[in-house]
């Protein structure tokens, strides 16, 4: 067996998001650090792995992979019967696996592209020496309270986003998730009972902790 | 029992699901929710969709949102019906859900606000637009090179990913006034002639009267 191969950077969210799932599914792989600070993600030979030159990009056997939404659902797909089940209980059920794809889109579409917004305002550009725009920031957090809104009606008839086991929905969220606990938008959360015990819930998982050594 | 779709026949997103529906054969009901009187924001509307958008479906007890959801979940349950849009092992749907996250992620993130701008907005931001047809050129870089050697976006058969970028292509060689960064790409060229000229594709524009 070749192996699993993942080509990304240990703190940027895209590629945690993969290795969350292969630490939910106790897979054995190899991180293969790319610079990005160096922007070995625009060079080759990692743009034959992703044309896009963003991180992370997958490999597995003969498989090679980037987008990293499409690489967990492999994963979940792939080691279904390994570890944590990442896909709804009655996975075969098309109707049951509708409600968690609802779930990723609302996640891709809604949370973040405003999520990932706030973190750059409040991390990365604190990181890089950048001054943070609180402009940006109250507009974004406002659009961020609406979509909250949404999850926390949601979070009152179930335990998890699509149901009431722990799937790719949930997984998703967690490194943007993670990234905004340690700025002041995490308000949002604490105001928001069920988002709250969701948040705690998600983020104190083993995989969770091990994707921020 | 035949799946009610909410939303507008002309609409982007309500398309990507239409478009599934007629390559699988699958009998279908248009409930015209008017964007115009922004219908999809009143509280019944939001029953079904909380964000406030189109479309929304219902199918007996299944009531889903999302486009790309739905378009995957009858893609799925009818995997032996019609066209075969998830292809026949999981590696090959990996490769199809990720040229469908591209479409997501970087075609329709740059063709949405393109499209707002040039064909909904009567004074449009203009050095934005620049810069998004910018980014858009080098997501056809990009396509270019891929359909050079092959046929479709996820390799040699029509799947989900090349029918999830044909609304949104439809506004770029129509209203939006780009056909332009299409025709003069050899490859994404001819990837559009050929899926465009599709019985469930025509039938489509049949549908929305343009």
Same mark, same amino acid.
């Given at each position: 067996?070749?192996?699993?191969?993942?080509?990304?950077?240990?703190?940027?969210?895209?590629?945690?998001?993969?290795?969350?799932?292969?630490?939910?599914?106790?897979?054995?792989?190899?991180?293969?650090?790319?610079?990005?600070?160096?922007?070995?993600?625009?060079?080759?030979?990692?743009?034959?792995r992703?044309?896009?030159?963003?991180?992370?990009?997958?490999?597995?056997?003969?498989?090679?992979?980037f987008?990293?939404?499409?690489?967990?659902?492999?994963?979940?797909?792939?080691?279904?019967?390994?570890?944590?089940?990442?896909?709804?209980?009655?996975?075969?059920?098309?109707?049951?696996?509708?409600?968690?794809?609802?779930?990723?889109?609302?996640?891709?579409?809604?949370?973040?592209?405003v999520?990932?917004?706030?973190v750059?305002?409040?991390?990365?550009?604190?990181?890089?020496?950048?001054?943070?725009d609180q402009?940006?920031?109250?507009?974004?957090?406002?659009?961020?309270a609406?979509?909250?809104?949404?999850?926390e009606?949601?979070?009152?008839?179930?335990?998890?986003?699509?149901?009431?086991t722990?799937?790719?929905?949930d997984?998703?969220?967690?490194?943007?998730?993670?990234?905004?606990?340690?700025?002041?938008?995490?308000?949002?959360?604490?105001?928001?009972?069920?988002?709250?015990?969701?948040?705690?819930?998600v983020?104190k998982?083993?995989?969770s902790?091990?994707?921020?050594? | 029992?035949?799946?009610?779709?909410?939303?507008?026949?002309?609409?982007?997103?309500?398309?990507?699901?239409?478009?599934?529906?007629?390559? &699988?054969?699958? %009998?279908?009901?248009? *409930?015209?929710?008017?964007?115009n =009187?922004?219908?999809?924001?009143?509280?019944?509307? +939001? !029953?079904?969709?909380?964000?406030?958008?189109?479309p929304?479906?219902?199918?007996?007890?299944? &009531?889903?949102? %999302?486009?790309?959801? *739905?378009?995957?979940?009858?893609? =799925?349950?009818?995997?032996?019906?019609?066209?075969? +849009? !998830?292809?026949?092992?999981?590696?090959?749907?990996?490769?199809?859900?990720?040229?469908?996250?591209?479409?997501?992620?970087?075609?329709n993130?740059?063709?949405?606000?393109?499209?707002?701008?040039?064909?909904?907005?009567?004074?449009?931001?203009?050095?934005?637009?620049?810069?998004?047809?910018?980014?858009?050129?080098?997501?056809?870089?990009?396509?270019?090179?891929?359909?050079?050697?092959?046929?479709?976006?996820?390799?040699?058969?029509?799947?989900?990913a090349?029918?999830?970028?044909?609304?949104?292509?439809?506004?770029?060689?129509?209203?939006?006034?780009?056909?332009?960064?299409?025709?003069?790409?050899?490859?994404?060229?001819?990837?559009?002639?050929?899926?465009?000229?599709?019985?469930a594709?025509?039938k489509?524009?049949?549908?929305?009267a343009?």
């Amino acid at each position: 067996m070749a192996g699993i191969k993942v080509f990304g950077n240990a703190t940027s969210p895209s590629t945690r998001r993969v290795l969350l799932a292969l630490h939910e599914k106790n897979l054995d792989f190899e991180l293969v650090n790319i610079d990005l600070k160096d922007g070995e993600h625009k060079k080759e030979p990692f743009l034959s792995r992703n044309p896009f030159g963003k991180v992370p990009a997958f490999e597995d056997g003969d498989l090679k992979l980037f987008e990293s939404r499409a690489i967990t659902q492999y994963i979940a797909h792939r080691y279904e019967s390994q570890g944590t089940n990442l896909l709804p209980a009655d996975s075969k059920n098309p109707s049951h696996y509708a409600i968690m794809a609802i779930g990723m889109e609302v996640e891709a579409h809604q949370f973040d592209p405003v999520a990932s917004k706030l973190v750059w305002e409040q991390v990365i550009k604190n990181f890089v020496g950048l001054t943070t725009d609180q402009a940006i920031v109250a507009e974004e957090e406002a659009k961020l309270a609406k979509v909250l809104d949404v999850y926390e009606a949601r979070l009152k008839e179930f335990k998890y986003l699509a149901g009431e086991t722990f799937t790719l929905t949930d997984l998703h969220h967690i490194p943007v998730v993670q990234y905004l606990l340690g700025t002041p938008t995490k308000k949002l959360f604490t105001e928001r009972p069920r988002v709250n015990e969701w948040v705690a819930e998600v983020t104190k998982r083993p995989a969770s902790q091990k994707i921020l050594k | 029992m035949v799946v009610k779709l909410f939303g507008q026949i002309k609409a982007g997103n309500p398309q990507r699901v239409l478009l599934c529906f007629l390559e &699988k054969g699958i %009998e279908f009901e248009v *409930i015209h929710v008017d964007l115009n =009187t922004f219908e999809q924001k009143k509280p019944e509307y +939001l !029953l079904r969709q909380p964000f406030g958008q189109v479309p929304a479906i219902e199918d007996g007890d299944l &009531k889903l949102f %999302e486009s790309r959801a *739905i378009s995957r979940y009858y893609a =799925t349950k009818y995997a032996d019906q019609g066209t075969d +849009l !998830l292809g026949k092992t999981l590696e090959q749907r990996a490769i199809v859900e990720q040229w469908m996250e591209v479409e997501a992620n970087y075609f329709n993130v740059v063709v949405l606000p393109l499209v707002i701008n040039i064909v909904f907005t009567p004074k449009f931001d203009v050095a934005l637009v620049e810069e998004l047809k910018v980014k858009l050129d080098k997501v056809l870089d990009v396509y270019e090179n891929q359909l050079a050697t092959n046929r479709y976006l996820a390799g040699a058969e029509f799947s989900l990913a090349d029918l999830t970028h044909m609304p949104g292509m439809r506004y770029i060689m129509n209203e939006a006034g780009l056909g332009s960064m299409i025709t003069s790409r050899e490859n994404v060229n001819r990837w559009w002639n050929e899926i465009s000229a599709r019985p469930a594709w025509k039938k489509l524009m049949e549908m929305a009267a343009y």
